[in-house]
């Protein structure tokens, strides 16, 4: 019996993906944090393994954007965990100026830790202090963002 209602196996495709009146596709990005340590967790992007990045992917149509967030995080980085708040929305932009993905961006408190989960094979995790996790994230300025306004970051004025 499985412990959480996930899948043994991650989600692949696109056709149940969300996408804008303008095409532009939806796209859930989870903040995951530990309430213990204070620490957010990382993983390799799966296009370029030396590069650091949050747990995201696609919206899809069976869910909604937060049980989309939650399920990638499991999927990409092998923790359970609850959304404690929307941080923000971003928008990327394709070579020709317009808007490609749209993301939705979520802070969420880890529950459990797995030991097994779909995407191992093709990622490795790693906990961060919110300053080595913001080094970490340079090639990614909108998840840097994004981590400022979380639980971790640096009190706003």
């Known amino acids: 019996m499985a412990l959480h209602p996930f899948s043994a196996s991650a989600r692949v495709g696109r056709e149940k993906q969300n996408y804008d009146e303008n095409g ?10 530990d309430p ?28 909604t954007q937060q049980e989309a967030a939650k399920r990638e995080m499991y999927e990409e980085s092998g923790v ?3 959304v404690t708040r929307f941080i ?11 808007p490609k ?3 939705w961006i979520y802070e969420l408190e880890i529950t459990k830790v ?16 919110y300053h080595d ?5 340079r090639f990614k300025p909108f998840m840097q963002k994004a981590l400022a306004k979380s639980s ?4 706003s004025n």
């Open 24 to 33: 532009v596709r939806q796209v859930a990005v989870a903040i995951p944090i």
């Open 36 to 63: 213990h340590t204070r620490k957010v967790l990382l993983i390799t992007s799966s296009k370029h393994p030396d590069v650091w990045v949050l747990p995201k992917g696609g919206w899809e149509n069976d869910e």
């Open 80 to 82: 359970l965990g609850e």
């Open 88 to 98: 923000s929305n971003d928008l990327d932009y394709g070579r020709n100026g317009k």
């Open 101 to 103: 993905t749209h993301y």
């Open 114 to 129: 797995l030991q097994t989960w779909p995407e191992q094979g093709i990622r490795e995790r790693r906990w961060y202090t």
């Open 133 to 137: 996790a913001i080094d970490a994230l």
């Open 152 to 155: 971790i970051g640096p009190p």
